[in-house]
């Protein structure tokens, strides 16, 4: 015989099977072996399989909030400025007329002559001989012996005809003049260019002319020497206490004008303008994140409304806090068959014993045990199993069918809700 039970959660369900267990089983099964009673049959081995149902805990999921954020972005535009005409004073001029100039040239009457200076007498000195000078000529000889040579007159060396066979002295060929008697000389001036008388000078003879006019004549002109207006009076006006070019200007009146100055607004400087410092608001816009964020991107961001989602950071899991079994248990042991009972008359035994064991006769369950003490009991407070000698009560019966009801129900119930 085999059984499946499983092993529920919660109190009720627990007490429900084991109920069903304790009342089953001494209906189903019947005594030991020693105290089972006559003419019982052999009964097999009942099993069962303990089911553990798995217990499981769920893991919440990690979530966290995320939004579109925006802010105002403001555009501001600069004021710039560039000075037309800056600030100065003009100052009023006038004067009697047009000024003319006196000029003056110098006209040569007669051109001056340069004097002429004399010139000194130009010579020199030369000798003149007076007695010329007495000379002799001699020779030169040279000593064959020692090469020696001296200066002697012709018939010094014997007259030999200017040869030598012996180791004297010969001549060499050269000559010279000696002087016997010096000559006398005398200085004497010679005149190179005569003196010339000089010739006085000739001084130049001129005037002056002069011309009024606003400028110069010409080059030859010298001035201005004087200053004089005619015409009508004239009048200027200058920038500043500067004078007009001129002669014979006086100051009229002085005034301060205040400076021109141009402004523009732009987002940045034209060509020629300064920043002025100023500055306004030229637009304002709203900007947004296309994606969410859980902080903002900066200071000044804000929520946008309806943004906000919430992001899975971690989805719910199930963690198996202790795994499920299955296991195949012995529930009762097999019983061998009894002896047969004394023959007896009108007590229907025989009937039962036939009825409920038969093949296969192991009772299952509360229901088989009810079936059959309904079945082959007789009517009355106290009954017993069939040729089991263990008497049951009614009330006991229903309230273990009861208990196992009720049981499976809570088992459904349970079975829901980790479904949902």
């Known amino acids: 015989m085999h059984r499946t039970i499983r092993f529920l959660t919660g109190g009720l369900a627990s007490v429900a099977v084991a109920s069903a267990i304790t009342l089953s089983t001494p209906m189903a099964f019947g005594a030991t072996g020693v105290d ?109 012996q020692t090469g020696m040579t001296r200066w002697e007159d012709a018939g010094w060396n014997g007259e030999k005809g200017d040869q030598d066979n012996g180791k004297g002295w010969t001549r060499t060929g050269a000559t010279r003049e ?28 001129s005037h002056l002319e002069y011309q009024w006019s606003p400028t110069s004549p010409g080059g030859d002109w010298s001035g201005p020497l004087d200053t004089r207006f005619v015409g009508e009076p004239q009048a200027t006006t200058t920038i500043g206490d500067d004078a007009p070019a001129g002669p014979g200007w006086t100051v009229t009146a002085t005034r301060e004008v205040p400076a021109i100055v141009e402004t523009v607004w732009a987002d940045d400087a034209p060509a020629g303008f300064a920043a002025t410092g100023l500055s306004r608001v030229k637009d304002v816009t709203t900007e947004q994140t296309s994606e969410t964020s859980a902080t903002a991107p900066g200071e000044g961001w804000t929520q946008v409304p309806d943004s906000r989602v919430v992001v899975v950071d971690q989805p719910q899991t199930t963690v198996v806090v202790s795994p499920g079994s299955i296991e195949q248990v012995e529930l009762t042991p097999a019983q061998p068959a009894t002896a047969a009972c004394p023959a007896q008359s009108g007590t ?32 009355g407070s106290s009954q017993a199993l069939p040729e089991t000698g263990n008497p049951v009560s009614p009330l006991l019966l229903t309230a273990g069918l009861g208990s196992l009801l009720a049981g499976g129900v809570l088992v459904q119930l349970g079975r829901r809700r980790r479904t949902s």
């Open 178 to 205: 000696d002087v016997v008697t010096p000559a006398v000389t005398t200085q004497v001036w010679v005149v190179d260019q005569p003196a010339t008388p000089g010739t006085p000078g000739v001084p130049e003879v």
């Open 348 to 379: 229907g035994t025989q009937d039962v014993l036939a009825a409920t064991s038969g093949g296969s006769t192991a009772v299952s369950g509360v229901h088989a045990a009810v079936h059959a003490h309904g079945a082959s009991a007789p009517h």
């Open 36 to 144: 089972r009673p006559c003419g019982q049959p052999a009964v097999p081995a009942a099993y069962g399989t303990v089911v553990r149902e798995p217990v499981v805990q769920v893991v919440p999921a990690v979530t966290h909030e995320e939004w579109r954020w925006e802010h105002e972005v403001i555009t501001f535009e600069h004021q710039y400025s560039r000075t037309v005409s800056p600030a100065h004073t003009e100052t009023d001029w006038v004067r009697p007329g047009s000024p003319e100039y006196q000029w003056s040239h110098r006209v040569v009457d007669r051109e001056a002559v340069p004097a002429v200076p004399g010139t000194a007498e130009i010579g020199h000195e030369e000798t003149v001989v007076v007695t010329p000078a007495v000379t002799t000529t001699v020779y030169e000889y040279v000593q064959q």
